[in-house]
């Protein structure tokens, strides 16, 4: 299942203000499809969120738009450059952070940065210029002299970031950046994203944070190499149900969502915490009926409460409706 009227507008005519586009992008390893025609736009200045959970296929496609893994079908252009006829040309162009960090831990922060420089062939003139300007934007200033392996995550982490800016690439690809970084130091990589984006730079964000998703101007939600949602998160949220959902706070979990699930006209029930979302379609019970419900069949339960669908509501729905092969 995809969501149509969200994804009409990635297959919509080529727009001169997009950045990166992709049509139909596929890759194969042997009989395994990692990413299944994808179609993908992304303007000039946006901030796209992509989606998915491990396995998904969002490393694969990053890599591709990278030019660093060579697509089995389909087509894709980045920055104005071809992945396929013009990769070396593109990764002048473009900026990449890969889920793994990558610096030299035996390198102090500024050792790093001007090796990148290098790397990046920033001219000589101007690379310490560059280099002041990522100390300043990652908020490393007083910690240049200190050993990469001595920072903390979220440090390296904004760190890896200016490095993979020091040329001024358009456009950056994020994958799961703030992995495994704690809570404030993640809230201020996203401010460090934004800043980049109010500049011009175009952002594709790899995250299976949904509280990150918020901070995206759009979002592609992508499950089995196959893109199953896209649109802003107020979109996603608004058109992502199609149905009713509610929130019941009950005990033993398992039990109760095994009896919520089995209700004539449920849609789908999950746990989410200490409670569970049920999404009501035609023929369910009402909301206020199911709590006496679980009550009657010997499980503790509350009153069942409408709530507004969160992120991982609506990605959740929309990968069950595909596995169950739901036409749109």
Not at 51 to 60: H, Q
Not at 139 to 153: C, I, P, S
């Amino acid at each position: 299942m995809t969501d149509s009227a969200g994804l009409a507008a990635n297959r919509a005519a080529p727009d001169a203000r997009d950045a990166v586009r992709a049509l139909g992008l596929t890759r194969r390893f042997g009989d395994f499809t990692a990413v299944d025609h994808l179609d993908l736009r992304i303007a000039r200045g946006e901030v796209m969120g992509f989606i998915g959970p491990n396995g998904a296929g969002k490393s694969t496609t990053i890599r591709m738009l990278c030019g660093l893994l060579r697509p089995s079908d389909g087509q894709a252009e980045v920055a104005g450059f071809d992945v396929r006829a013009q990769a070396q040309q593109l990764r002048e162009h473009i900026g990449y952070m890969s889920q793994k960090f990558s610096l030299y831990g035996d390198l102090t922060v500024a050792e790093n940065l001007r090796f990148f420089a290098g790397i990046y062939r920033v001219p000589r003139q101007l690379q310490r210029e560059r280099v002041d300007y990522a100390i300043a934007m990652s908020g490393l200033q007083g910690r240049t002299d200190a050993l990469v392996a001595t920072l903390a995550g979220g440090w390296k982490q904004r760190l890896a970031l200016g490095c993979a800016i020091l040329h001024r690439p358009p456009v950056l690809f994020l994958d799961e950046p703030t992995s495994g970084v704690e809570p404030s130091a993640r809230r201020r990589f996203w401010d460090l994203i934004h800043e980049l984006a109010a500049g011009g730079v175009t952002i594709l964000v790899s995250t299976h944070y949904m509280e990150e998703a918020e901070y995206c101007h759009r979002i592609a939600m992508i499950d089995r190499g196959r893109l199953v949602a896209s649109g802003s998160p107020g979109e996603l949220r608004a058109r992502g149900l199609g149905a009713d959902l509610v929130e019941i706070a009950c005990a033993p979990l398992g039990r109760a969502l095994q009896r919520l699930a089995g209700l004539p006209g449920v849609v789908d029930a999950s746990i989410f915490g200490d409670r569970v979302h049920v999404l009501l379609g035609d023929g369910a019970p009402p909301p206020q009926q199911l709590g006496r419900l679980l009550r009657e069949a010997g499980l503790q339960a509350g009153e069942a409460q409408r709530v507004p669908p969160s992120l991982e509501d609506v990605f959740v729905r929309q990968v069950a409706r595909g596995h169950r092969g739901e036409g749109p």
